[in-house]
């Protein structure tokens, strides 16, 4: 069945490294976000993209966050160098969202620990 | 951002219904949303309505939108054990992206 898929689903790193999750939307979904969550902040929207072309990405640290869409199948959001600020939940969800198409479907997430 | 607010807690017996509210400050907002979050798991979407409508029942699930003062209900009938877990409010203007709350953990107890 049709899901949003992540990985990895866990990730510790030391603080200063690159990390790089992945995201692979629902097939035929025009539209991907990235989502962060953690007990502060609840779920923040990092960045966007529609149509593999990024729509908005305000809600993301620029110096160290990048978000991108190689192609159709796969999303990245990496964080270079990463901080003990960054562990948090990392969702990627996906959606053929237009005029009156309203579902965004989610992943299971990523969890980062930055230590 | 605009806001959307939650209360963070509630705690009902099985078998009682529960109601979550949810407040948001966004007047265009065009859809509004009910998500649910297990533990270790990602968000699975409730139930939505559109801003013109002001309810919508689902089986278990109803779905009360006040437009005039902002404010939108889940009740939740006969509520269960499994119910258990983070409740999500979202709204979407006329944007892409969904603007959630904080949730609200509901703890079901026998």
């Known amino acids: 069945d049709a899901r949003v898929t992540q990985t990895p689903r866990h990730k510790v790193t030391e603080m200063g490294q690159e990390v790089t999750m992945r995201c692979q939307p629902i097939?035929?979904?025009?539209?991907v976000f990235w989502y962060r969550q953690t007990m502060m902040q609840g779920l923040e929207l990092l960045a966007y993209?529609?149509?593999?072309?990024?729509?908005?990405d305000s809600g993301m640290p620029k110096d160290r966050f990048s978000a991108e869409m190689p192609d159709a199948t796969l999303a990245t959001l990496k964080i270079q160098p990463s901080e003990p600020r960054d562990s948090a939940v990392y969702f990627c969800?996906?959606?053929?969202?237009?005029?009156?198409?309203?579902?965004?479907?989610f992943g299971q997430g990523t969890r980062l620990t930055v230590v | 951002g605009e806001d959307v607010e939650q209360s963070l807690f509630l705690s009902v017996r099985e078998g009682d219904s529960s109601v979550i509210n949810c407040t948001y400050t966004?007047?265009?907002?065009?859809?509004l949303y009910w998500y649910k979050q297990e533990p270790g798991a990602g968000l699975q979407l409730l139930t939505y309505?559109?801003?013109?409508?002001d309810m919508k029942q689902d089986q278990r699930l109803t779905v009360l939108l006040n437009k005039k003062d902002k404010h939108l209900s889940l009740r939740i009938a006969d509520t269960q054990t499994g119910d258990s877990a983070i409740y999500f409010c979202?709204?979407?203007?006329?944007?892409?992206?969904?603007?959630f709350g904080k949730g609200t953990s509901l703890l079901v107890t026998p």
């Open positions: 309505i559109f801003s013109n409508m």
């Open positions: 966004d007047s265009s907002s065009t859809y």
């Open positions: 993209f529609r149509n593999r072309a990024p729509l908005d």
């Open positions: 979202a709204e979407k203007n006329s944007g892409y992206a969904l603007n």
């Open positions: 097939l035929g979904h025009n539209t």
């Open positions: 969800a996906s959606g053929p969202l237009d005029e009156g198409n309203t579902e965004a479907f």
